[in-house]
Every structure is written in C-alpha cells, then in structure tokens.
T-cell receptor
C-alpha cells in the first residue's frame, strides 16, 4: 500500500507563475521529508528537505510546506522557469535512512 | 561531487538469464540502495545496505538478491530474469545519516527482459 501519494500525475504552469506540487502521506510516524527532481534519462537529484519540527523551509525559488495534522506536504516554485520542467518526487522517512517515495508529478513550465 | 555510477544505461536480457547490475560510488558512503521505478508506482525499494556484507530487504525483494563485498560497490542480482522485472533500476548512496541531505542517485539502468 502506497504510504506516500502524489495524486496529480501532471501539472502545467506558465513561465513566471507559481507551481504547487502536492504530496500526502499516511504514516504519522514519518518525520523527515524530501523532494527530488528528475529529468529524463537521469537519476533523481535532491532538491529540498524538511523535518517535522518545522512547517516551512525555503531555498531560493523553492519552498516546502509541511502540515502534520493533515499529513500533507507541498512544494512551491516561484517563479517557475522552463528549466523546472521535470518529474518531482516527494519522499518520507521515519528512520532518517530509508525513504518511501511517491509516484511523481510531471511538471511542464510553458514559456 | 559524489558520483554514483551504474555500469549500463540499457540492458536487454532473455527470460531465465541471471542478470547482474553493478553500482559504484566514489565518496565513501556507508549506505547504498537499489530502487526500481515503474510508471504509476514511483520508486520502490528492493534492497539496501548499511555496511559491507550487510543487506536488508526493502519492499519488493522477491526475485532479487544483492552483494556488497566492498564499501563502494553494491550489486543487484536477478536470479532468473522474468518479463515483470522489465523496469528502470536506480542505485543510490548516502552518508550513514541521510537526514535532510538525501540520497545521491545514479543515472539508472533501463532493463528489458524479453
């Protein structure tokens, strides 16, 4: 059973606008969360992370929000750029070592 | 920069063959992982290892085994390849405590079993 879910398989956004990617999880014991970005024919690359003691973490154009009561995680990209077009995976862990991944959301940023 | 190198980008094997997928990392990471990526299923953990000669089953270990004789190398073995093992295989490595730094992934091996 999928413990980490990304219910939107794809998302299209105009360049310069905000992209919001969502992720839901079922295990309340998860306390570390990561976002990865994957281009075709490449492995995923680490983007940004958050631990359960925080509800927000920012890194440049990327912000991750964590709502523990709703078991919901989101990634905001502002402003979106064509180079952000990729598949985004969220991942969660309660050990800090083994992560459970979502199914991915394919983001297309339209110039 | 940490590099995780997977020996093959594309592989085509016949049903019943024994298949070896090799992964090497160059940054002295303790942890190594094998995932497979399938459409609609995301990344699923097959096996992982926290140290040389140590291995732990992930979520989908059936039909696979692993070997870690040296710290930098983690091999995935398909004992008798089947068509349902056609997939993208991703190797990853990390420091002992992954927290907040994530894994470093290789570029993947696309395996087709015919």
């Amino acid at each position: 059973d999928q413990q980490v879910k990304q219910n939107s398989p794809s998302l299209s956004v105009q360049e310069g606008r905000i992209s919001i990617l969502n992720c839901d999880y079922t295990n309340s014991m998860f306390d570390y969360f990561l976002w990865y970005k994957k281009y075709p024919a490449e492995g995923p690359t680490f983007l940004i992370s958050i631990s359960s003691i925080k509800d927000k973490n920012e890194d440049g154009r990327f912000t991750v929000f964590l709502n523990k009561s709703a078991k919901h995680l989101s990634l905001h990209i502002v402003p979106s750029q064509p180079g952000d077009s990729a598949v985004y995976f969220c991942a969660a862990s309660f050990t800090g070592n083994q992560f459970y991944f979502g199914t991915g959301t394919s983001l297309t940023v339209i110039p | 920069d940490v590099k995780v190198t997977q020996s093959s980008r594309y592989l085509v094997k016949r049903t019943g063959e024994k298949v070896f997928l090799e992964c090497v990392q160059d940054m002295d990471h303790e942890n190594m992982f094998w995932y497979r990526q399938d459409p609609g299923l995301g990344l699923r953990l097959i096996y992982f290892s926290y140290d040389v000669k140590m291995k732990e089953k992930g979520d989908i270990p059936e039909g696979y085994s692993v070997s870690r004789e040296k710290k930098e190398r983690f091999s995935l073995i398909l004992e008798s390849a089947s068509t349902n093992q056609t997939s993208m295989y991703l190797c990853a490595s990390s420091l002992r405590q992954v927290v907040l730094y994530g894994y470093t992934f290789g570029s993947g091996t696309r395996l087709t079993v015919v």
